[in-house]
C-alpha cells in the first residue's frame, strides 16, 4: 500500500473521536516501516545508479525488511503494554497493521515481515503497484478505500488542517491512480 493509505486506515481502525491523543502515535506507527524506503528514495543513489539495483543491493533494504518484522512489532506492543506506555502500544499496533496490509499487496518487492524469526519472503500474487500482477484491479480499491476511510475521519469533526490533509491524500493518490499506473480516459 501507499505509505498515506497505512495512514488513513490506520487512523480510520484505530484512532477515535474521544481520544484524539491516540492519533499521533498511529500516524506514527503507519509511516515507521517505510522510513528506509523514504530515505532510499530521496537518495541520491537512487538516481545515479538506479532504483531496482540500489532497493536490491543496499543496506536500507535489509533496514526496510526489519522496520517491516510483524515479530519486532508485536515485542513492541508487549514491552510497550508491561510498562503502561499507552502511546507506545497504539504506535506499535500501528506499524503491525501497516504490515499485515503490506503483507498481500507485494510481489517482486516483497519485505521479510517474519524477522528474526524467519528469512522467508511472500510473494504475493497481487500489487498495489506492479502493473505484471493485476495493479490495474488492486490500484482503484486502494484508493476507494482511502476515499471511504476519509469519509469516516470526516465525520469525527476533524480540524481543518486535518481535513486539508485528507483531501490532499485523496487527490495524491487519485493522480498517482491515473498517471503513474496507465490509466488515461
Not at 524467519?118 to 503497484?129: C, E, G, K, L
Not at 485523496?170 to 493522480?175: A, L, M, R, V
Request: glycine share 4%; proline share 6%.
Amino acid at each position: 500500500m501507499i505509505t498515506t493509505t497505512h495512514v488513513i486506515l490506520n487512523t480510520a481502525l484505530l484512532g477515535s473521536k474521544k481520544h484524539p491523543e491516540r492519533n499521533w502515535p498511529i500516524i506514527l506507527g503507519a509511516l515507521l516501516p517505510d522510513i528506509p524506503t523514504f530515505l532510499v528514495l530521496f537518495s541520491p543513489l537512487y538516481y545515479a545508479i538506479g532504483a531496482k539495483t540500489l532497493l536490491n543491493y543496499m543496506f536500507l533494504q535489509h533496514c526496510t525488511d526489519w522496520f517491516h518484522s510483524i515479530p519486532l512489532a508485536i515485542a513492541g506492543v508487549f514491552l510497550c503494554l508491561a510498562f503502561r506506555f499507552k502511546s507506545g502500544v497504539y504506535c506499535f499496533v500501528s506499524v503491525v497493521l501497516h504490515d499485515l496490509e503490506d503483507l498481500p499487496l507485494h510481489a517482486q518487492f516483497a519485505h521479510k515481515h517474519f524477522l528474526p524469526i524467519s528469512n522467508y519472503v511472500f510473494h504475493s500474487p497481487i500489487s498495489y503497484w506492479e502493473l505484471p500482477y493485476h495493479a490495474y484491479l488492486v490500484a482503484p480499491f486502494e484508493w476507494l478505500t482511502v476515499i471511504i476511510c476519509a469519509y469516516f475521519l470526516w465525520r469525527r469533526h476533524l480540524n481543518p488542517f486535518a481535513q486539508l490533509g485528507l483531501l490532499f491524500v485523496i487527490i495524491f493518490q487519485g493522480i498517482l491512480l491515473i498517471y503513474f499506473l496507465g490509466f488515461h480516459w
